[in-house]
């Protein structure tokens, strides 16, 4: 019986599917294209249990169909990973919510027409932007828990690329959750959904580090290469974190346990601000010594009470049972394997 997992050229899908074949499981990945699938095999070592499909793009109606009916009878969960991850789309309908909602209901439709007896569980990565209002992110007297929603509208959201990015996840989580409804008997999977704040962390590969890395990545990357004259403000983000690994991890759990069907796991640590990051950079690694900002140390969101929205998540904590990988350690091994890429560790 095999795993099923879309946008296999991901950074945090690479993670999952290590994973996946470390615990043994058959995986059926798909990527956009016959070079990424060449490179990624080789990446993975050729691994017997690791097969990849194309999926050029998920956006389009039935991208889903060809991969899940060659492989419907083997196909027992399904991961659905990819969605587009970057806040500055040219048109925010067709570059950020119409794929994200598209991708979300064409996989399970793709369920429903193929492997609907086969398939027992499925897990979306959704995100904390389905789970937070925009508007009251500042605001240290609204509390945030598995049940809260993204109240943003269509319309209202196109204001900026990230609060769009936001809502594109909760409408594609919505999606998931009302397809589920209406097909309760069509379909017999229980579902989960992973929602992650900010993700940081190594690549999976080292060879996957590049000048601009993944969104998320990318405000530590920027930050190594920040020149040290230029202006820095310790708060310039301030905002939530959690670690790659523990990310996998969860997705893994969502599909395993009985206790994470029909649960939404909200994937947070703790809070940072870009002055956590600069600090790390600093007592860590002398190299950059001079070629990073300073800042104010230890004024950041290590140091200092909570701003702005509390996030609760005791409910996925209790679920996962596993202790969360540290801001430090986590900004700590994301440098460490970008230096040591660029010959500098
Ligand atoms: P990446 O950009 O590394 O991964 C996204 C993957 O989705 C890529 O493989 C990408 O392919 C693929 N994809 C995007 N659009 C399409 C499309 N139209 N057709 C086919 N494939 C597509 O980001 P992450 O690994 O960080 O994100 C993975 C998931 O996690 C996403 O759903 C994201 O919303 C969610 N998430 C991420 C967080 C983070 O901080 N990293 C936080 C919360 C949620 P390509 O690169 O070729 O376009």
């Not at 990565?125 to 828990?145: G, I, P």
């Not at 989580?173 to 992973?194: G, I, P």
Request: glycine share 4%; aromatic share 10%.
């Amino acid at each position: 019986m095999s795993v099923f997992v879309s946008g296999v050229d991901g950074f945090i899908c690479k993670h999952i599917v290590q994973d996946l074949l470390e615990q043994k499981y058959n995986v059926i990945g798909t990527v956009r294209s016959e070079a990424i699938r060449d490179h990624i095999l080789k990446q993975f070592g050729n691994n017997p249990n690791l097969i990849l499909e194309i999926v050029e793009d998920i956006s389009v109606p039935n991208a889903f169909d060809a991969a899940i009916k060659k492989h419907a009878k083997e196909i027992k969960y399904v991961l659905h990973t990819a969605s587009p991850f970057f806040f500055d789309p040219k048109d925010y309908v067709k570059d950020l919510l119409h794929p994200a909602v598209q991708g979300t209901k064409d996989i399970l439709e793709a369920i429903k027409k193929y492997a609907a007896e086969y398939v027992e569980r499925v897990v979306i990565t959704s995100s904390y932007a389905a789970v937070m209002n925009f508007d009251r992110e500042k605001d240290n007297t609204n509390v945030v828990n598995e049940g809260s929603w993204n109240p943003d509208t269509w319309e209202g959201c196109q204001q900026n690329g990230m609060r769009v990015y936001c809502a594109s996840k909760a409408f594609a989580e919505k999606a998931a959750w009302e397809f589920l409804k209406e097909n309760r008997h069509a379909v017999k999977f229980k579902m989960s959904t992973v929602n992650p704040v900010f993700v940081f962390g190594p690549q999976q590969f080292d060879e996957d580090v590049r000048p601009k890395l993944n969104t998320s990545c990318e405000i530590i990357n920027s930050l190594i290469h920040r020149d040290p004259a230029a202006p820095f403000d310790s708060n310039e983000i301030y905002d939530s974190f959690v670690d790659v690994r523990d990310v996998a991890k969860a997705h893994l759990i969502a599909f395993q346990k009985e206790e994470t069907i029909g649960q939404r796991l909200i994937m947070y640590n703790c809070k940072f601000a870009s002055q956590d990051i600069i600090d790390v950079l600093n007592e860590d690694f002398p190299q950059l010594k001079g070629k990073v900002p300073v800042g104010k140390p230890h004024t950041g969101a290590l140091d200092h009470p909570l701003k702005g929205v509390v996030i609760d998540n005791s409910k996925t904590k209790k679920l996962l049972g596993f202790e969360f990988i540290g801001l430090k350690e986590s900004v700590h091994d994301t440098a460490a394997q970008v230096l040591r890429h660029e010959g500098k560790l």
